[in-house]
C-alpha cells in the first residue's frame, strides 16, 4: 500500500518564474492538503482539496492555486515566484473531509523549492 | 499565523533518559496531534488525542491534554539516538480537518 507520493523531490527555479508540483494520496484517501514549510518553522497550511474544490484556505496570496483531479491526485501551482517562496511543500491525504473531525492525516516526503 | 507553540524549542539529552515537550495552543480544538520530522523530509503521525481524552499511550510515547490550559505534552520514554528528529504537535478545528502546526521542539539524543 504505497503512502503519500510528492514529485518532484528537488527544484530550483528563478524569481518570476511558474512551478507546478504534484502529489498522490494514500490508497482510500480522497482529501489532500497542501502546507509550506520553511527552513526552521513548522508547516503552515495553504489550502485543502475535496471532491476536486478548494475547501479550505489558509492566508497565502492567490498565486498559490491548485487542482485536485478525479484520481484524487492533486497539484499546487505558485505562479511569480518570489525568494521568500523558498521552502519544503508538504502534501497531505486523508479520507473523508466531512466525516468525524480527528482523522490522521499523512504526509507525503516534500518537494524542497529553491527559489533564485 | 502558527496555531501552536512547542516548549522548548531545542532538547538535548542522554540516551536513556526520557524527554517531554510541551505544546500551547490558542483556540478551541477538536484534536491535538503530535509528529515527527526527521532532517527537513515529510512528517510522521505519531499520536492523536481528542479533546474529550486526557492522556494517551503508544509504546514510548505518553501525550497528556489539558483543555482548560490549551497545552498538551509529550513524554518519550528510555529515548534512543534514533529519536533525533523535531517534533511538532498540530491541532485540529472541528470542522474541516486542517491543521496548525507549532515552531516544533528540535530533540537531539546523545547515544
Known amino acids: 500500500d504505497a503512502g503519500v507520493t510528492q514529485s518532484p523531490t528537488h527544484l530550483i527555479k528563478t524569481r518570476g518564474q511558474q512551478v507546478t508540483l504534484r502529489c498522490s494520496p494514500k490508497?482510500?484517501?480522497?482529501?489532500v492538503s497542501w502546507y509550506q514549510q520553511a527552513l526552521g518553522q513548522g508547516p503552515q497550511f495553504i489550502f485543502q482539496?475535496?471532491?476536486?474544490?478548494?475547501?479550505q484556505r489558509g492566508n497565502f496570496p492567490d498565486r498559490f492555486s491548485g487542482h485536485q483531479f478525479p484520481n484524487y491526485s492533486s497539484e499546487l501551482n505558485v505562479n511569480a515566484l518570489l525568494l521568500g517562496d523558498s521552502a519544503l511543500y508538504l502534501c497531505?491525504?486523508?479520507?473523508?473531509?466531512?466525516?468525524?473531525?480527528?482523522?490522521?492525516?499523512?504526509f507525503g516526503p516534500g518537494t524542497r523549492l529553491t527559489v533564485l | 499565523s502558527q496555531q501552536g507553540e512547542e516548549d522548548p524549542q531545542a532538547l538535548s539529552i542522554q540516551e536513556g533518559e526520557n524527554a517531554t515537550m510541551n505544546c500551547s495552543y490558542k483556540?478551541?480544538?477538536?484534536?491535538l496531534q503530535w509528529y515527527r520530522q526527521n532532517s527537513g523530509r515529510g512528517l510522521v503521525h505519531l499520536i492523536l488525542?481528542?479533546?474529550?481524552?486526557r492522556e494517551k499511550h503508544s509504546g514510548r510515547l505518553r501525550v497528556t491534554l489539558d483543555t482548560s490550559k490549551k497545552s498538551s505534552s509529550l513524554l518519550i520514554t528510555a529515548s534512543r539516538a534514533a529519536d533525533t528528529a523535531s517534533y511538532f504537535c498540530?491541532?485540529?478545528?472541528?470542522?474541516?480537518?486542517?491543521?496548525?502546526f507549532g515552531t516544533g521542539t528540535s530533540l537531539t539524543v546523545i547515544p
Open positions: 490508497s482510500g484517501h480522497d482529501t
Open positions: 488525542i481528542r479533546s474529550n481524552e
Open positions: 482539496y475535496y471532491e476536486e474544490e478548494e475547501r
Open positions: 497531505a491525504s486523508l479520507r473523508g473531509i466531512g466525516l468525524v473531525a480527528g482523522v490522521t492525516q499523512y
Open positions: 483556540t478551541s480544538i477538536n484534536n
Open positions: 498540530a491541532t485540529g478545528r472541528k470542522t474541516g480537518n486542517q491543521f496548525y
